[in-house]
């Protein structure tokens, strides 16, 4: 990944910024997206979730300015990611949800899945606020979502509300330990433009091995420290009395 990123550096620049230009971005623009779609794909799989890959780059038709979608899509393909049936299928799903006095233990699933979905949704605000300066850029297919998907499991748009904030800040504690990460998958993104799902997988679990062993590093140079200045210590026997 240095190599990559050194190389970038030092001889696309000028490819990137044609880039840019051609797909009518500013650098400041694309930094947010970058980290946005990022901030995205790691809470997904923080929670366990797959993914079929991401791009930092627009549709050509204006559906999205940037996309993360599951392994069963494939975008980078060519096949588009109908953003619009998920409202719909929310409405459809919040119609078979149980209603009061029924069971709900057979429903359990849908209601984490929305949780889960939020979190998700919401992960990309926290990315942004966590390296970005400035507040978040509201994108309106995650608000839309996160609303439905709240509405799917809440019986009032004041408990939605909460719901999401709930989600919100499951978000935040959940993605903050990895800004490390966050770091080098937005860079990756910015670098590569569209990353399969294993390439993002790839680039995860080589950041949390890297920091690992330089945790691990320190640790040993501290316990080496701490021997030594024991052993350089002159202790004296104080007698009482």
Not at 223 to 233: E, G, I
């Given at each position: 990944m240095t190599d990559e990123v050194e190389s970038y550096d030092n001889d696309g620049c000028d490819w990137y910024l044609q880039h840019l230009a051609a797909i009518g971005r500013t650098e400041e623009e694309d930094r947010r997206v970058v980290v946005h779609e990022s901030?995205?794909?790691?809470?997904?799989r923080a929670l366990g979730h797959e993914l079929g890959g991401m791009t930092a780059d627009p549709d050509p038709n204006g559906k999205y300015g940037g996309l993360v979608w599951g392994p069963r899509h494939s975008v980078a393909f060519g096949k588009d990611v109908d953003a619009d049936a998920v409202p719909d299928l929310c409405d459809k799903l919040r119609a078979a949800m149980p209603k009061v006095g029924e069971r709900r233990a057979d429903a359990a699933d849908a209601y984490m899945h929305a949780l889960n979905r939020c979190i998700e949704l919401a992960a990309a605000a926290t990315a942004?606020?966590?390296?970005?300066?400035?507040?978040?850029?509201?994108?309106r297919s995650d608000v839309e979502h996160s609303v439905r998907y709240a509405a799917m499991v809440t019986n009032s748009p004041e408990a939605g509300l909460k719901f999401i904030a709930l989600a919100e800040q499951m978000a935040d504690d959940l993605l903050r330990p990895y800004?490390?990460?966050?770091?080098?998958?937005?860079?990756?993104?910015?670098?590569?433009?569209t990353m399969t799902g294993a390439e993002i997988d790839a680039v995860?679990?080589?950041v949390v091995a890297q920091f690992e062993l330089l945790w691990q590093q320190a640790q040993r140079r501290?316990?080496?420290?701490?021997?030594?200045?024991?052993?350089?210590?002159?202790?004296?026997v104080l007698h009482c009395g």
């Open positions: 901030g995205h794909a790691i809470a997904a942004e606020r966590m390296l970005l300066p400035g507040d978040p850029v509201a994108s800004w490390h990460v966050l770091i080098v998958l937005s860079t990756a993104l910015k670098i590569r433009r995860i679990a080589d501290e316990w080496n420290d701490r021997v030594k200045n024991s052993a350089s210590f002159d202790f004296e």
